[in-house]
């Protein structure tokens, strides 16, 4: 299934690659990320705990980056697995658009599969938890970038400038993965 979403970002295209690119600034944003841990180049290990109803589960998992376009975009390929909860594969395409000086649109398009008892969670309860769940990012992500174009954000050089593209798309997935549990009709 393809799944698609986007949000207005208070900050310069490049401010919010830099911010996207910030494993420190994404583990804050993330709900429930323990964990983002670089294992090779453009691949990393990720923990994230989360509950959807009455399914709780800490998923490990692995993500890869390609097709880097900086600072306007890649794609992200996942797999992760929450035990007995199930597991989730797929990947998105996250792009960055410049709006106005300080606005950027952050689009993703993102395809996924989930199995386990995740699959088996009501449409209904897995919307509201998904729409919660990024709505919790990208307040906290905003604040992040807020923060950043702020007069005492600018004077000191981002922490995760140099670092490499992180977990956004991770980030995306996750949500889009969430989204297409949400949307599907519940099983008999």
Not at 109 to 127: E, M, N, Y
């Amino acid at each position: 299934m393809e799944l698609k979403g986007e949000r207005t970002l208070p900050a310069s295209r490049q401010v919010a690659w830099d911010a996207l690119n910030d494993v420190e600034v994404l583990r804050l944003c993330v709900p429930g990320c323990e964990s983002i841990t670089a294992t090779a180049e453009n691949k990393y290990a990720v923990v994230v705990n989360t509950a959807i109803g009455p399914v709780k589960a800490r998923f490990t998992g692995k993500l890869e980056l390609a097709d880097i376009d900086a600072p306007n975009g890649y794609t992200i390929k996942f797999d992760g697995t929450g035990g007995q909860a199930g597991f989730a594969r797929g990947d998105a395409r996250v792009t960055l658009e410049s709006l106005a000086p300080q606005q950027t649109k952050l689009t993703y398009v993102a395809t996924s599969q989930v199995g386990g008892r995740l699959a088996q969670v009501g449409s209904r309860l897995i919307d509201a938890a998904a729409g919660a769940m990024a709505d919790r990012f990208f307040a906290a992500f905003s604040d992040q970038l807020s923060a950043r174009a702020s007069p005492a954000g600018a004077a000191a050089p981002a922490a995760g400038a140099a670092a490499k593209p992180a977990t956004i798309g991770f980030w995306s997935l996750f949500v889009a993965f969430l989204r297409r549990l949400f949307s599907r009709a519940p099983l008999d």
